[in-house]
């Protein structure tokens, strides 16, 4: 008997969680537009309530058309399950909330988009959640950073705003060694360029308004449980290894020995908080992930030829991408990125904020907006907008110069895009 | 709940509920390099709906220590051994693949304390294709992927195991993961090596259901027919359209099915 196939990534990308509708025949995804399930009778409605079978019963807590986002990106992260949420922050919040609480500590890079660096550093400590940055790139300070009331530990796979590379290996085998998991933000990456679980990572989490959806026309986020982390054998994490009140004293790694973490939230984290996705934005982000390996590759090879011209242009200080030799993470890059290092990066200009104000404002393809990932190209001065209230110095501390300007490239031609850009660098110049 | 067996310490998940000896008891087997929480979509309603629930972990699976054991009788006077911890005098015996063999064993030699038993993706003889077992001793990676893809049918499912928005292919290649080293060869061998079923089905005299899976690339559907039709009385049930993991790729039709056959 030979060894069978299995579906690679592409195939996946198309058809994992759905199959054409068995009442219907309808191909495409139905949306289900409906906020709650009728019941058989009543005791299918309590056994449902119970976990006794599985089922839908409110789209706060699950939906259809959800559901089909959720194994789809699960199937093609290598996890166990997933959760679809309002947004990229949603999705961090709830990954966060399910295992930690008021007393508890994270660790976590200090390389992280603005509004997660928010999160953790101004509103969960209302709640009682501290956490210690560090350096994504000292794998000392991450050991040294950590408590015995630390419960996870946290990165992106590329970190804003120099596109640091995470050691994943590295930081997960210090996070197993004290009994925590990895969580990480794999948004710019998508699973087409890495896998997280294969390398050590335990949770990750996608804005899937980004590269997943693609579109840049709905606002989403899915958490995935990797099904690794053995929370029992832990022992820090009595939320998933002993009877919770708040569900009939359900012990969720009773329940499912390697996903207690994608019970907890689901039953808990949707059922509590509520920042659920709605069935139109799952269809949404499900037409993107239709395409993901096509674009992601185009991406990528667009990115590469915009990057080989600005690293020539005299008007640039610098290029940060961590496919070029002179990048701190180049060799890491090798390792962990094969297909490619995604289609986000900075540079540095030369000149001061004028001179980005003026390269920003030429620019007739690139839209000068607070987004990546997107099939179109953008670019964002970040001293002139999301940091300006910063002066040089801050701004410096943040890793950040006032010539630094970040670009997602997008899928359009990219002689266009580079003539774009010689536009801008030439407006830059003037003085 | 956490049980001794034999002076080893074991588990058995008892479906949310504190499990009473006084109630009918159910007692679910796994099948190889899995545990109990295979079950949970049918365990967990029996224990709210009138039954005493034993999901047990075999033997150095999930969280029973030990070593696996190699042989299925040994197997049988395991689940025997736990009945008498439990305080039990006669349960139904619910088991899958591997587990399937070890009810029809157990039934065969306790034919006094077996009640009823449902035997899901049984066949007889339970023969491991020899690249397989090779695999299993050799390269447990490769196995696993091996028995993931013959364990499914499709790559969806409605509303998924054991809640929508879960990868049934993904949560069973890391179960099999979850298990330790050398337990998938001891499974698979003891399967391979499980003789003598004609014998003990002329012995088995209780109720009994086949479950079978028309879509099975593990144990195809056609392995069962000989010793169903040896067994008077036995009642066939083959769900269309579904593998061999069909616990969860039918969940509510097998927990129906079950909740029928045992009341």
Not at chain 1, 203 to 220: C, E, N, P, Q, Y
């Amino acid at each position: 008997m030979a060894a069978p196939r299995t579906l690679q990534f592409d195939t996946l990308s198309l058809h994992a969680g759905q199959r054409p509708d068995p009442v219907t025949g309808a191909r495409a995804t139905p949306i289900y537009f409906t906020t709650s399930f009728v019941f058989r009778d009543s005791d299918h409605a309590a056994a449902l309530f119970n976990m006794e079978r599985a089922g839908h019963v409110y789209s706060r807590i699950s939906n259809p058309t959800n559901a089909v986002l959720e194994e789809r990106v699960a199937a093609l992260e290598g996890g166990v399950a997933a959760i679809a949420t309002a947004s990229g922050q949603a999705a961090l919040h709830l990954g966060l909330a399910t295992i930690a609480g008021a007393g508890s500590h994270i660790v976590s890079s200090s390389a992280l988009y603005g509004g997660s660096h928010n999160l953790l550093s101004y509103t969960l400590p209302r709640f009682g959640i501290e956490t210690t940055f560090v350096s994504a790139r000292d794998l000392g300070a991450w050991k040294s950073a950590i408590r015995p009331n630390t419960k996870v530990l946290f990165a992106e796979t590329l970190g804003n705003p120099g596109i640091d590379v995470l050691d994943i290996p590295g930081v997960a085998a210090i996070a197993h060694e004290h009994g925590i998991p990895l969580m990480v933000d794999a948004t710019f990456t998508t699973p087409w360029l890495l896998k997280p679980f294969e390398h050590g990572a335990d949770l990750l989490f996608h804005s899937a308004t980004k590269f997943l959806g693609g579109h840049g026309v709905a606002i989403g986020g899915v958490l995935v449980d990797g099904g690794t982390f053995d929370w029992e054998a832990s022992g820090k994490f009595p939320e998933l290894t002993e009877p919770y009140a708040g569900f009939h004293g359900m012990n969720f790694s009773e329940e499912s020995t390697v996903a207690p973490f994608a019970l907890r939230a689901r039953r808990e984290g949707l059922r509590d908080f509520g920042a659920c996705m709605s069935p139109a934005t799952a269809f949404q982000i499900l037409q993107g992930i239709e395409t993901l390996p096509l674009r992601m590759q185009r991406h990528v090879e667009n990115t590469r030829k915009v990057v080989e011209f600005l690293v020539k242009h005299p008007a640039i200080a610098g290029v940060s991408y961590p496919e070029l030799p002179d990048h701190p993470d180049h060799a890491l890059a090798k390792k962990l990125l094969p297909r490619g290092c995604g289609a986000v990066f900075t540079f540095e200009l030369k000149g001061d904020r004028a001179a980005g104000r003026r390269f920003v404002e030429a620019l007739r393809i690139f839209s000068h907006l607070a987004n990546v990932g997107d099939a179109k190209s953008l670019v964002i001065h970040p001293a002139s907008t999301t940091h300006f209230r910063m002066d040089s110095s801050a701004l410096a501390a943040a890793g950040i110069a006032e010539g630094t300007m970040r670009l997602s490239i997008g899928l359009e031609d990219p002689d266009d895009l580079i003539e774009d850009l010689g536009r801008g660098l030439r407006a830059a110049q003037e003085s | 709940m956490e049980i001794e067996v034999n002076g080893q310490k074991a588990y058995a998940y008892t479906g949310g509920k504190t499990f009473d000896p006084k109630l009918p008891a159910v007692l679910f087997i796994h099948g190889g390099e899995q545990d109990h929480s295979v079950w949970g979509l049918q365990s967990r309603y029996l224990a709210h709906h009138g039954c005493g629930v034993l999901a047990v972990d075999l033997p150095g699976h999930g969280r029973s220590g030990g070593a696996a054991l190699a042989r299925i009788a040994e197997m049988a006077d395991w689940i025997v051994a736990v009945l008498d911890w439990a305080g039990v005098r006669t349960a139904a015996l619910v088991g899958h693949s591997m587990g399937s063999l070890v009810a029809f064993e157990c039934a065969a030699r306790y034919p006094q304390r077996i009640n009823r038993i449902a035997l899901l993706a049984f066949a007889y003889p339970m023969r491991v294709s020899r690249e397989l077992l090779q695999a299993t001793k050799d390269d447990e990676p490769a196995a696993h992927a091996m028995i993931n893809a013959w364990s499914h049918s499709a790559y969806a499912h409605y509303p998924s195991n054991p809640g929508p928005g879960f990868w049934v292919r993904g949560e069973n290649l890391r179960l099999m993961q979850r298990q330790k080293p050398g337990v998938v060869h001891a499974d698979f061998t003891a399967c391979n090596d499980y003789g003598g079923g004609r014998e003990r089905a002329a012995r088995i005299k209780c109720p009994t259901l086949f479950l079978l899976a028309e879509r099975d690339a593990m144990t195809p559907a056609r392995g069962a027919q000989d010793i169903a039709r040896s067994i008077p009385g036995a009642k066939t049930v083959t769900l269309k359209g579904c593998g061999h993991n069909l616990m969860a790729e039918k969940p509510d039709e097998v927990l129906d099915l079950l909740a029928e056959f045992l009341r």
